[in-house]
Structure formats: structure tokens, C-alpha cells
């Protein structure tokens, strides 16, 4: 049972059903005036980057590390899932010895899709040497711009560039011993051949830890119905529900790509009821938003975790069709 479902109650459903219904309306007529645009794919590989989703979130940049702001369920959610993170990698590499105040000391890390460096900053902290890589450069020029005053501590850990994974692979850069990408699989074009990129960036051994959100009606429903439309906890258009993937989908992706997949685990917000209260922008119904304590579970129906480790040398780069 998700804790999400306590905001779902007798007196707001009604609201939630009408909301459910007129977004419903909205896509289908969207999807029948929408002309079909084929996207360019570059010789060399297919480019994983969405212009719409850049732009996007090229507008949120300034307001990346505001614990009250657009990205308010990130920094919700950085403790847990980077928890598991380190927890994962640590296992994974036989480092469980290490300190435990810095597990991933003296690793090589790379965190695609950085954004403003969330958990680029988690990691550096962790003691993992760190490069962050956004095709998003106002939020990899928030990152940097940190590195040079609350977080100059990390300025010799951590790394920033804004480039895309692909062209890191071109470059012929030093394989990684781990790979993290939380919260970008559902943001991109192509997820299969983006998730044989990470891949390809990993040493053979090395460890890639993803976190996204799964595709059925509950994770339309909070993710995007309630979270987005009725809470306002994220801008409106965050996600696109037919990019939402499920588990056994990027299970198949990690197969594709010669990544033996070690973990599957659910991210789940536990709320702190006593702390609720409208958020700022709330649509009428002025929903309560309270703080959340997200956990790691065993409930994978909305957000997910998933490992995987390298075992072979991948054959990159060739899309087929439908990648």
C-alpha cells in the first residue's frame, strides 16, 4: 500500500476523478492535432537528448537547490535513494570494509543527467571522485557556480560538463567504476540505447544504479493527475506518461546492454502529516502538502530502483529499429 494514497480521500476523489477525466479528454485531442515529426538520429549513435525536456528544464535551473521549490520531491527523496545508491555500489564492489562515512572513497563515479548536482554533491560527499554530465547547461552552470561557494568543498571531488553520455563515449573517455542516472530514463528519447550507454561507460565489473517511474494507471494517477495537476508539488508537464517505463522494460534494457540486473527496489514517500500545509500556487482545493520522508520498500507499483553490473563488453553503437 502506497503512503501517497492518505491524500486520496472521500471528500477530494470526486476532484481527482474530474481531473483524471479532463486530462484524459486533453492528450487525446492533443495526440489527434499533433503532427508526427521524425526526430533526427545522428550516424554515430542515437542521441538520447529531448530539446522539449532541455527546455523545460532549462527554465528550473535557477531554482535548483530551493528545498521549497520545483524540485522539492528531489531533495525529498536525495537521502533514501542515495542511501541505496551508496549501499548498492558498496556491496557490489566488495567495499563493505571501507569507512563508512565515505563508502565510496577513491571510486570514479558518473552521474548522467546531473541536473544542478543533487546527487553529484551526495556522492562527492560519499568520497566517490564525481563528474556530473547534463545536456541542461543553466543547471550545469548552477552546479559549477556551487562548487565555488557553499559546496567549495567538494571542489576537488567533483566535476562538472555539459555534454551528453554519448559524447563522453566518443571522446573515448576512462570507463567508470559506477554510473548513476536517477530520475532521467523516463526524460529521454531512445531509453533502450541510453541505457547501452551507461553501460559502455562502465568498466567491466563496474556498477550502474537507475532510479524512474513505472507505467500503470496509479503511477498516472499520483505522478502526474495529482502531483502535477491538483498538489502543484511539481510543475505541470514534469512527465509524460508514455515515457514512464516499467520494471520488466528496463530489465530487458539492462539485458540488452550486458548488464547483469542485482536490484529491484520501490521508493515510496512516507509523509509527516503534522507538517501540512498548502504549498504555495495550490490549485483551489488547497490539498495539504506535507513534508515527505521517502524510504526504500519493497513497492515498486510507482517509483522504482534498479542495479545492474557489467559482465561483458558491450557491442555498442548499434539502434535497431524501435530502440
Known sequence: ?????YLIGSSTAPALRREMRRCTRAAAVHARAAPVAA?????RCASSVDPAEIDRFRKLASRWWDVSGPMQQLH????????WVARTIANELNRGHRDTATPL???????????????????????AEVLGVDANEAAIEVGMGRLNGESQHL????????????????????????VVALEIVEHVNHPKQFVKSLSALLRPGGVV???????NLLSWGLGIVLAEHLLKAVPVGTHEYEKFIRPEELSAYMTAANLLVTDIKGLTPVPDV????????????????????????????????MSGIRYTE????????GA
Open 1 to 5: 500500500k502506497l503512503q501517497f494514497l
Open 39 to 43: 526526430a533526427a538520429v545522428p550516424r
Open 76 to 83: 525529498y527523496m536525495n537521502p533514501a535513494r542515495m542511501g
Open 105 to 127: 572513497k577513491g571510486l570514479r563515479v558518473l552521474d548522467v543527467g546531473c541536473g544542478g548536482g543533487i546527487a553529484t554533491e551526495a556522492l562527492g560527499n560519499m568520497g
Open 155 to 178: 571542489a576537488e571531488l567533483v566535476s562538472y560538463r555539459n555534454c551528453l553520455a554519448e559524447d563522453l563515449l566518443a571522446e573515448g573517455v576512462e570507463r567508470f567504476d559506477a
Open 209 to 215: 544504479c537507475m532510479s524512474t517511474i513505472n507505467k
Open 274 to 305: 503534522a507538517s501540512a500545509s498548502p504549498l504555495p500556487g495550490a490549485s483551489k482545493l488547497d490539498l495539504p502538502c506535507p513534508t515527505y520522508n521517502w524510504a526504500v520498500t519493497e513497492n515498486t507499483a510507482v517509483n522504482y530502483l
Open 314 to 321: 558491450p557491442a555498442y553503437c548499434t539502434l535497431s529499429k
